[in-house]
Nanobody, 127 residues
Framework: QVQLVESGGGLVQAGGSLRLSCAASGRAFSEYSMGWFRQAPGKEREFVGIISWLGGTIWYADSVKGRFTISRDNAKNTLYLQMDSLKPEDTAVYSC????????????????????WGQGTQVTVSS
């Protein structure tokens, strides 16, 4: 059974940093692109970024470009999201997701292109 488990969320002041992790199991992690999404209260889930299966392609939403960094360690089956210069509007539940097709990546993917999701971790940025 494929499983994704996020960690690293919490409360941080505006301008601060957090690093989220997503531990994967049950699938050949190194063969799948991985994405980060977030959902703020009362809003639809929003794409944050995607990294290809070997990390050669990374794409960010404009709202986080230059502040967030996605990386992965395939030896540890772990995906990361480094968030710097956080703003109150970054407050949301952050979820990682596995792309549904191996060795494939899409720029600005739709949610439907991911078939496995983590439970999410809360990030709260205070002003």
């Amino acid at each position: 059974q494929v499983q994704l488990v996020e960690s690293g969320g919490g409360l941080v002041q505006a301008g601060g940093s957090l690093r989220l992790s997503c531990a994967a199991s049950g699938r050949a992690f190194s063969e799948y692109s991985m994405g980060w999404f977030r959902q703020a209260p009362g809003k639809e889930r929003e794409f944050v970024g995607i990294i290809s299966w070997l990390g050669g392609t990374i794409w960010y939403a404009d709202s986080v470009k230059g502040r967030f960094t996605i990386s992965r360690d395939n030896a540890k089956n772990t995906l990361y999201l480094q968030m710097d210069s956080l703003k109150p509007e970054d407050t949301a539940v952050y979820s990682c997701a596995s792309y549904s097709l191996p060795r494939s990546v899409t720029i600005e993917p739709e949610e439907e292109e991911f078939d496995v999701w983590g439970q999410g971790t809360q990030v709260t940025v205070s002003s």
